[in-house]
Structures are given as structure tokens and as C-alpha cells.
């Protein structure tokens, strides 16, 4: 049980005011930030490549960087598509499945995950695809400042 302990806040259940307190002065970039399940629980690569677009973060950013209006939109953005996600059953990439058996639907609702090379749903520029912490990711270097 040593590694619940260990587990970061629920996302779903923070304030702005919480969020903003806990990005404080980190000075990580921020993508592998939000996937440090010490930091907050419950976002893997996908959702956080997910989100970084939305709220449109370039993921190689230091999280420092950030300014009140983009922590923000980017707990909002959290929030949206883990809430979505859920509803959808989750991301099936490979073999991942529900309990049910059934595969999770919200893949078709990704816009930079697995697009490397596609055009940007918004302005049409190739996303790119790199390494951050160990994961690879994707982003739009135009869309994502």
C-alpha cells in the first residue's frame, strides 16, 4: 500500500487555487510533470499529450513557465478530458480493454496522440513526435507555445 501513499491528488477533485500552489516554481518541463503519478494521479501519456494540446502547452515547457491563465486552462483541460475519457471507456491502444471486454472509444477523439506526421486538426502543420522522460509524444509545434 506504500505506493497509494505515495499517489498525488486526484485531478478531478482540484481547485485552481491548489493546482496553481502545486506547479509553485517546478522547474521540470511539464509533460512528464503531469505524468509523475506522485505529483497528481490518474494521467498517463496519452491523456497528457491529449491535454497539453487542448490547452495549447508545448509539452517540452518548464512548468514554471507557465502563467495563471495557462495553469488554469490546463487543470480545466485535465479535467475535460479525463471526464470524457471516462465516459468513453478509456483509450484502446493495443491491448487495453474495459472490464467488459469492449475496447474504450475515446481514441477517436485524440488529436495529437498516434499522429505523428499528420496534419494538425486546427492549422494544418505536421504533428511532430519526440521523447520526453522516456515516452514519446506529440504535439503541433505551431498550435503549442
Same mark, same amino acid.
Given at each position: 500500500?506504500?505506493?497509494? !501513499? +505515495?499517489? &498525488?491528488? +486526484? ?5 485552481? /487555487? !491548489?493546482?496553481?500552489?502545486? $506547479? &509553485?516554481?517546478?522547474?521540470?518541463? $511539464? ?5 509523475d503519478q506522485t505529483f497528481i494521479s490518474?494521467?498517463?501519456? $496519452?491523456?497528457?499529450? /491529449? #491535454?497539453?494540446?487542448?490547452? !495549447? ?12 491563465? +495557462? ?15 471516462? !465516459?468513453?471507456?478509456?483509450?484502446? $491502444?493495443?491491448?487495453? #480493454?474495459?472490464?467488459?471486454? /469492449? ?17 494538425? @486538426? ?10 520526453? &522522460?522516456?515516452?514519446?509524444?506529440? @504535439? ?6
Open positions: 500500500m506504500k505506493f497509494i !501513499k +505515495e499517489l &498525488g491528488p +486526484e485531478p478531478l477533485d482540484l481547485t485552481s /487555487e !491548489k493546482f496553481k500552489a502545486m $506547479i &509553485g516554481s517546478k522547474k521540470t518541463r $511539464i509533460k512528464p510533470l503531469l505524468m490518474g494521467i498517463g501519456n $496519452i491523456y497528457a499529450a /491529449e #491535454v497539453l494540446f487542448r490547452a !495549447k502547452i508545448n509539452p517540452t515547457r518548464a512548468a514554471n513557465s507557465l502563467t495563471a491563465k +495557462e495553469k488554469d486552462l490546463l487543470l480545466g483541460q485535465i479535467k475535460k478530458v479525463l471526464r470524457d475519457a471516462i !465516459k468513453s471507456g478509456g483509450s484502446s $491502444i493495443d491491448d487495453y #480493454v474495459r472490464l467488459s471486454g /469492449e475496447k474504450g472509444d475515446y481514441v477517436r477523439h485524440h488529436r495529437v496522440y498516434g499522429r505523428a506526421a499528420q496534419p494538425c @486538426f486546427i492549422c494544418r502543420t505536421p504533428i511532430k513526435r519526440t521523447v520526453l &522522460g522516456g515516452r514519446g509524444t506529440f @504535439f503541433c509545434p505551431k498550435c503549442q507555445k
